[in-house]
């Protein structure tokens, strides 16, 4: 089962000492996640997404130009005897976030630091739901939102859920996503061993399924081709067939003519 983030009461971020996020946003909060605690998955889904329309909207990113490390930021804490505060990444992972994840901007800068972490979460939580009602492509979304806000040094349980609904979503674009988010989980030093074995093994599994994939797609895109060829060709009373394609030892390609 998917762990809910539940977010400290206590930070403040403004001048005057008092909690950026509306008060009815942490009702609604504390809301959502019983809910979700007894399944009411779309309960939950429904505050949850009237707690987002709540909040600011996270200022239009800038266009980045170079990669930019995401700041250190302490993890919010989880419901659920894996709850870790104290998980950060390692710094040479195996697989660089995305540009939107990586770069931070002057605009998402001057938000509230409480503000990133409230929304981050929520989009978290988000994400949970709509992974256990096997909405694979929303959870994905959900996950990029998160990320957004915080990023994956510090957030792994959304690239884990991102993962996880990229595997189910299948093909060798799923698939592959898959596989590189759980090489970035790998790189989390505070992950649990036990969680840091599935991942090594999830790992392993993968790979070959992404193979097998780029492959099996590589086919279906050349019989398409060869279809649409023979369409045109059939006119003329020829078909794909006619021309035989040799490999040279170079790597190019010599074509042949036959009847």
Not at 102 to 118: H, I, N, S, V, Y
Not at 162 to 173: D, L, Q
Not at 194 to 218: C, F, G
């Amino acid at each position: 089962m998917a762990i809910i983030e539940a977010l400290p009461d206590t930070p403040h971020d403004s001048e005057d000492g008092k909690s950026v996020i509306p008060p009815e946003a942490q009702r609604l909060k504390t809301e959502a996640n019983a809910k979700y605690a007894v399944k009411d998955y779309d309960a939950a889904l429904s505050i949850y997404l009237d707690i987002l329309a709540l909040l600011p909207t996270r200022p239009k990113p800038k266009p980045a130009t170079e990669d930019v490390d995401e700041p250190d930021q302490d993890v919010d804490e989880d419901i659920g005897a894996d709850s870790n505060p104290d998980t950060k990444c390692d710094d040479q992972a195996p697989r660089k976030a995305t540009l939107s994840e990586q770069t931070t901007t002057e605009a998402t800068e001057t938000e509230p630091e409480e503000l990133k972490k409230f929304r981050s979460a929520i989009n978290a939580n988000l994400a949970a739901v709509y992974l256990q009602q096997e909405q694979w492509k929303a959870t994905v979304l959900a996950c990029n939102e998160s990320l957004l806000d915080v990023g994956v040094e510090t957030n792994f349980k959304a690239l884990h859920r991102r993962a996880s609904a990229n595997e189910k979503i299948g093909g060798w674009a799923g698939l592959s996503a898959s596989l590189e988010d759980n090489k970035q989980l790998l790189s989390c030093t505070a992950l649990p061993e036990s969680q840091r074995r599935a991942v090594q093994n999830k790992i392993t599994t993968l790979q070959p399924q992404v193979e097998a994939a780029a492959n099996r797609e590589k086919d279906e895109m050349m019989d398409k081709l060869k279809g649409l060829g023979n369409s045109i060709l059939g006119t003329f009373g020829l078909s794909t067939d006619n021309f035989q394609f040799t490999q040279q030892p170079g790597g190019g390609y010599s074509m042949n003519f036959k009847r």
